[in-house]
Each structure stands twice: as structure tokens, then as C-alpha cells.
């Protein structure tokens, strides 16, 4: 079974940042690519941003420029820099493998807010 170790998470008012980490207890980590999800109030769950077993970046639009996401395969561990969030931003943080879809973790609740 894997399991999901994430932190970061928080309370920011807009305009803030913060960092979520997430640490996967697979084996060959580096050998898939490694994905943020989020899901707020009511809505599905959408992928934010995934990172390639190259380090390619590709993101949803709505983050683009304010989200960066980043790996580090000897710590099984991928990353999510959020700066300058928004109240839309607001939502429980997931990470995942896209290319294997594993059981979900907890998530980390993220709420921006003045």
C-alpha cells in the first residue's frame, strides 16, 4: 500500500504564500511523473500542476506563474511553491502519481482569506 506524508498546508490571507510537501512511500519514485491536485467545496477534483520524470512542468492556467511545482527523487518527495494566492486558491491539496492514480491521501487543507 503507499502512503502519502503531506505538510504545508495552512491559513494565508491573499497575496500570500506557502509550500506543501508531499513524501510517497513507492518504490522507483523517480520513475513516474508526480502531480498536485486539488479540490475545493463542491467541485471535482482537478490536477494543478505535474512534473515529469524530467523535471518538465506543465500547469493549469489559473496557477500558471504563481505555482511552482518541484521534485526531489532521493527524498521520494515532491513539492508545490504556492506565491500570490487567491481565495480561489482555497481547497484540500492532493498529491498523486497521473500516470497510476494510487489510493488518495488525507490532503492538506489550503484556505486564503482576509
Known amino acids: 500500500q503507499v502512503y502519502f506524508v503531506q505538510s504545508g498546508g495552512g491559513f494565508v490571507k491573499p497575496g500570500g504564500s506557502l509550500r506543501l510537501s508531499c513524501v510517497a512511500s513507492?518504490?522507483?519514485?523517480?520513475?513516474?511523473?508526480w502531480g498536485w491536485y486539488r479540490q475545493a467545496p463542491g467541485k471535482q477534483r482537478e490536477l494543478v500542476a505535474q512534473i515529469t520524470t524530467e523535471s518538465t512542468t506543465i500547469y493549469m492556467n489559473s496557477v500558471k506563474g504563481r505555482f511552482t511545482i518541484s521534485r526531489d527523487n532521493a527524498k521520494n518527495t515532491v513539492y508545490l511553491q504556492m506565491n500570490n494566492l487567491k481565495p480561489e486558491d482555497t481547497a484540500v491539496y492532493y498529491c498523486?502519481?497521473?500516470?497510476?492514480?494510487?489510493?488518495w491521501g488525507q490532503g492538506t487543507q489550503v484556505t486564503v482569506s482576509s
Open positions: 498523486n502519481c497521473p500516470e497510476l492514480l494510487l489510493p
Open positions: 513507492v518504490s522507483i519514485f523517480s520513475d513516474y511523473i
